[in-house]
């Protein structure tokens, strides 16, 4: 596990042209691989599969998101166990890790990234405040981790959750 927190101005960094730009990078090394990506996802509720499907030709690398904003979906698309969330919680290492592996497990995909927070403005604890978000990447049949704490209000902390987890995603792509 890796925990890296980023400045506003860090986050602010990372603009639509910079998204474009990761996405493109994104398509490039999963085309040039021929893999495909799956997502799935928990407080973005689909923001980074619809990013996803944004650039032309999506379906060359592109192959299914999974919004799992329930427990209940976690486990039931994504093979998530009812246990682990009820031990971890739904915001958790295990759970982020296990939602990457099952978006793996339940298609076609190569590569995965899930993420799992809490958006806010309710919802937050002692332990998980709102802003925190843990992720999940499956590349090259490894499995990485880490938490995030974004500032900000809910869109704040999609927009960056969205951001953040391409970005990282190209990291692991490139590594």
């Not at 799992?68 to 682990?84: C, Q, R």
């Not at 958790?92 to 995965?112: I, K, N, P």
């Not at 869109?155 to 990282?168: F, H, V």
């Amino acid at each position: 596990m890796t925990t890296v927190s980023l400045s506003n101005a860090e986050l602010l960094a990372l603009d639509t042209s910079a998204l474009e730009a990761n996405l493109t990078q994104i398509s490039l090394e999963l085309i040039k691989h021929r893999h495909l990506l799956a997502t799935a996802e928990s407080c973005t509720g689909g923001m980074i599969a619809a990013a996803c499907t944004d650039l032309a030709g999506a379906s060359d690398w592109f192959e299914r998101g999974f919004v799992t904003y329930s427990n209940a979906a976690k486990t039931e698309m994504l093979g998530v166990p009812a246990a682990l969330i009820e031990q971890e919680g739904a915001v958790s290492e295990a759970v982020a890790r296990a939602m990457a592996d099952g978006a793996l497990t339940h298609s076609q995909a190569h590569v995965s990234l899930a993420v799992t927070g809490v958006a806010g403005p309710t919802g937050g604890s002692d332990a998980k405040p709102v802003g925190t978000v843990w992720f999940a990447w499956c590349v090259g049949g490894e499995t990485h981790s880490e938490m995030q704490h974004f500032p900000g209000d809910r869109a704040a902390i999609r927009a960056a959750t969205l951001r953040y987890a391409l970005q990282r995603l190209l990291g692991h792509l490139l590594a």
